[in-house]
């Protein structure tokens, strides 16, 4: 069996190679070739290096293969995973900062920022899809983890690819819990939905047994907190939210503090470059701790397992970017929703999601709304088309900046963006304008 990860030259990658490891190992996935693959060849030297590294260490029964041909890469493969940055960390410090300069939130997956990466990014995924439906067959499946997660994922079921998005906050929390009460993480399981980056926990089980209350209405709740909001707004929803909704009702303080010079794109820089400088150390054999400052924490276990799932139809419980075909009510079929899913071979199937509150609805439909424009946008080139989605973005919408600001994202990534600049494109080297 042979499992691919475009975008191999990931600080991503180490933690994810610990996790196929860990399941070849115990005999859970027969993987006989793990390939990575990235078209900055110096870069997936020193990731495939520790990977190999690693994989030695834990006797790992296969072969890795390091390869910058997407084609040889993807032939044939179980499985392909997506987790690539169009322009690199620094395309990200312009999504972070050019909404700045216009009295909005910068941020990579939401707002203003989101949109210019979902413009960059969707294109090239899909191109990769179609290699992977073309060379791996129809059969395989491929996992996004690329932000933004939920319109990445919308574009490749569109397009009728077989792909599921992953994102690691569902996960994350169900850790967090399990810890807490002190159970295995298995017995935990989250009453989770919404979108990706907008989502929603309303029950919290373990062992069946309904736990939310204890951490809303007990000292659990300021740590759970923490970045998702003030205990009162959590007591008020009678929910935990994803820590992303805090640029959606916290958005003053979010401005005042990147206008202040706080954005995350510069400390993951520093978290990159110190990372990468560790990876070259030919003793090291082990993800190093700082891996866990970069974010993505529980990443390697939910993309495994996810895999395992899909390719062995052991019927796990997995949080999952999914087509919606009413399992969110008051959103459209084509939806993409984040959700509690049992996968198996034949995909994830929905657990049933009780109606979302008004309050949570609303913005849903919303940002929803806001994605179906993202993806035509990025499919098409249409400026009147990307102009109506940052109209319907919640952290935009005043007609008076969209204009102008669509006009600055635009050229900021001109040459990441053939369908709107086809003669720059042909100008522009396409390996330029990935990093995993």
């Known amino acids: 069996m042979k499992i691919t990860v475009v975008g191999g030259g990931s600080t991503y ?12 190992r115990a005999g859970t996935l027969a993987i006989d070739e793990l390939v990575l693959n990235d078209i900055d060849a110096e870069r997936l030297a020193v990731v495939g290096g520790l990977a190999q590294r690693i994989l030695d260490r834990t ?51 939401t707002g203003a920022g989101g949109f210019a990466k979902a413009l960059r990014t969707v294109p090239v995924v899909l191109d990769i899809a179609d290699r992977v439906r073309a060379l791996a067959g129809p059969a395989a499946w491929i996992i996004d983890f690329t932000n933004p997660v939920g319109i990445v994922t919308r574009a490749l079921q569109h397009a009728g ?12 929390f169900q850790r967090r819990f399990a810890q807490a009460f002190g159970v295995e993480p298995g017995r935990v399981r989250l009453g989770h939905a919404g979108l990706n980056h907008l989502s929603w926990i309303r029950s ?79 003793t090291l054999d082990h993800k190093p701790e700082l891996l866990e400052s970069r974010g993505g924490a529980y990443y390697s276990e939910a993309a495994a397992a996810l895999v395992t799932s899909l390719l062995t139809g052991d019927g796990a419980h997995h949080y999952v970017n999914v087509r919606n075909d009413g399992t969110v009510a008051g959103l459209p079929g084509d939806a993409v929703v984040e959700v509690g899913a049992i996968v198996d071979t034949g995909g994830a199937h929905p657990l049933p999601v009780p109606d979302l509150a008004p309050e949570m609805l609303g913005l849903v439909q919303a940002v929803t709304a806001y994605e179906i424009l993202a993806v035509q946008a990025a499919t098409t080139g249409d400026r009147t088309v990307a102009a109506r989605a940052l109209l319907a973005n919640p952290l935009v919408r005043e007609w008076h900046l969209v204009e102008s600001l669509l006009d600055d994202l635009l050229e900021t990534n001109r040459r990441f963006l053939p369908a709107f600049f086809p003669a720059a494109a042909e100008a522009e080297p396409k390996a330029a304008s990935i990093r995993g």
């Open 13 to 24: 990658t180490p933690e994810l190679i610990e996790g196929f490891a860990a399941r070849a």
């Open 59 to 109: 006797g790992f029964p296969g072969r890795l293969v390091c390869t910058t041909d997407l084609d040889d890469a993807v032939r044939d493969a179980a499985a392909v995973l997506i987790q690539l940055r169009v322009g690199g960390q620094a395309a990200r410090m312009t999504d972070e900062t050019t909404p700045n300069r216009y009295g909005l939130v910068g941020q990579e997956t």
């Open 161 to 172: 690819h077989r792909a599921l998005g992953l994102c690691n906050v569902g996960i994350g």
């Open 204 to 282: 919290v089980t373990v062992d069946g047994d309904e736990r939310l209350p204890e951490i809303l209405d007990g000292p659990l709740l300021d740590e759970v907190a923490g970045r998702t909001g003030a205990p009162s707004l959590l007591r008020t929803l009678r929910a935990i939210p994803s820590y992303y909704l805090h640029y959606f009702w916290g958005t003053s303080r979010e401005l005042a503090a990147q206008q202040a010079g706080e954005h995350r794109a510069s400390a993951v820089q520093a978290i990159e470059a110190e990372l990468l400088a560790m990876y070259a150390d030919p």
